[in-house]
């Protein structure tokens, strides 16, 4: 392995990796919580708790907004010029279908 590919791998790729696997934790802890607050809402359905929940939702809703946008970015950077023109198929939907006289 080369020096650089080793910068890549510590740099960028383990870290990916550590990102993936807390975010698969925070998936798994939020289906916790939605069935606790299930539970809670048909038990109590107290507003107060339901207002802070709502609050704490809409943050994390931003914040997975964020994230999705810095992914797409990701992804963006690492395509390889070469994806990133035009196939020959995307070209043939494109092409104005010709009119027909049914």
């Known amino acids: 392995?080369?020096?650089?590919?080793?910068n890549l791998e510590l740099g960028i790729v383990l870290p990916l990796?550590?990102?993936a696997n807390q975010l698969m934790k925070i998936e798994a802890e939020l289906?916790?919580?939605n069935m606790k607050a299930l539970g809670f809402a048909r038990d109590n359905g107290d507003g107060a708790v339901a207002g802070q929940i709502a609050g704490r939702l809409e943050r994390i809703s931003?914040?997975?907004?964020?994230?999705r946008g810095l992914?797409?970015?990701l992804q963006a950077d690492i395509q390889p010029r070469a994806a990133l023109r035009?196939?020959?198929r995307d070209r043939?939907?494109?092409?104005?279908q010709p009119e027909r006289d049914d």
């Open 1 to 6: 392995m080369s020096e650089s590919s080793t």
């Open 17 to 19: 990796g550590v990102v």
């Open 31 to 33: 289906r916790f919580l």
């Open 62 to 67: 931003e914040a997975l907004d964020l994230i």
């Open 71 to 73: 992914v797409a970015d």
């Open 86 to 88: 035009e196939s020959p």
């Open 92 to 96: 043939d939907l494109r092409k104005p």
